[in-house]
């Protein structure tokens, strides 16, 4: 079963309107989730990086006050797209990081949600 | 240049078949390496870590060579189960938030056929 769970899976919004995508981490405490976002035939692009009970950095181009990251505790990451536009329909998509044990490689220890598809009409 | 870059395929194969994946990535420094699956409108769900010895897991051998910065995955005996798409991955510091991030590239399409 899955270890990250992301929710909502789909969602339909207004032009104008914000969303929020919920990331939790099921039976592990992630001390850093990653925000993806995938456009049709593209990669994954990292949007943003979050450490509980910091602020979150966001890539270079990734406009923080539009894509807004609380990482209030070690289970539980959201990402809010403020005034939704269509061209931020996309695949959202999380992912957590268990805290990394001595001589493990980092891509073994990052679990993906199951992603969010956003389509803004 | 794009960061990782791959072919995007489709590559259309029958059953048996044999099939190879090559990937390239720019940056020297990268750390870590990955051969990700990614089903249609899924996650991205990893398959395996690729080591520069080479390693091998059932069916799928992965290649490293860090002077060429060339990362390979071959599939052996595909089955339709092995329709997905397969996303090249390393692991780069980002010198933005201080992080390790992981970079993917756009991902190579395989479809198996009967």
């Known amino acids: 079963g899955a270890v990250v769970s992301q929710h909502p899976s789909r969602v339909i919004c207004k032009s104008g309107t914000s969303v929020k995508i919920e990331c939790r981490s099921l039976?592990?405490?992630?001390?850093?989730m990653f925000w993806y976002r995938q456009f049709p035939k593209k990669s994954l692009m990292l949007m943003a990086t979050?450490?509980?009970?910091?602020?979150?950095?966001?890539e270079q181009g990734v406009e923080k006050d539009k894509f807004l990251i609380n990482h209030a505790s070690l289970t539980l990451s959201t990402l809010t797209v403020t005034s939704a536009h269509p061209e931020d329909s996309s695949f959202y998509i999380c992912?957590?990081?268990?805290?990394?044990?001595?001589?493990?490689?980092?891509?073994?220890?990052?679990?993906f949600g199951e992603g969010s598809w956003l389509t803004v009409v | 240049r794009k960061e990782v870059e791959q072919d995007p395929g489709p590559f259309n194969v029958p059953e048996g078949a044999t099939v190879a994946f090559n990937c390239t990535y720019s940056?020297?420094?990268?750390?870590?390496f990955f051969w990700y699956r990614q089903d249609c409108r899924k996650e991205p769900k990893l398959l395996m870590s690729?080591?520069?010895s080479g390693n091998e897991d059932g069916r799928f051998t992965a290649q490293l060579n860090r002077a060429s910065q060339y990362i390979s995955l071959l599939i052996r005996d595909s089955k339709l189960s092995d329709s997905a798409t397969y996303l090249c991955?390393?692991?780069?510091?980002?010198?933005?938030?201080?992080?390790?991030?992981?970079?993917f590239g756009t991902g190579t399409r395989l479809l198996v056929s009967p």
């Open positions: 940056n020297s420094a990268s750390q870590s």
């Open positions: 039976d592990f405490q992630a001390t850093t």
């Open positions: 690729v080591y520069s």
């Open positions: 991955v390393v692991s780069d510091y980002s010198m933005n938030t201080g992080f390790q991030k992981l970079v």
């Open positions: 992912s957590a990081r268990v805290q990394d044990k001595p001589g493990w490689r980092t891509g073994n220890t990052i679990y």
């Open positions: 979050s450490n509980e009970g910091s602020k979150a950095t966001y």
